[in-house]
């Protein structure tokens, strides 16, 4: 990185933790893992401790639960 890029343009790299997250890398942002869309680090509120990865929305996270564990859509 050079002097003139900053944090701002860069993917962050992110360990997810219960409830919070340690940023490893500094970055703005990080990716969605099930749309690849950029979600900035102050908007990030949904993400998997056990597969470590960042979600758009609930409704991305709820996609890529039942995707990982297709039993869930049988239960009723």
Sequence with gaps: ???FEGPGSREA????????????TPGAFVRCAVTG????LEELKYW??????????AETSLVRELEM????????
């Design 37 to 40: 869309e950029a979600i900035p």
């Design 69 to 76: 564990n297709p039993e869930l859509r049988r239960r009723g």
């Design 13 to 24: 790299r992110i360990r997810y933790l219960d409830g919070d997250f340690q940023v490893l």
């Design 1 to 3: 990185m050079n002097r």
């Design 48 to 57: 998997s401790v056990a597969r470590q990865e960042a979600y758009l929305n």
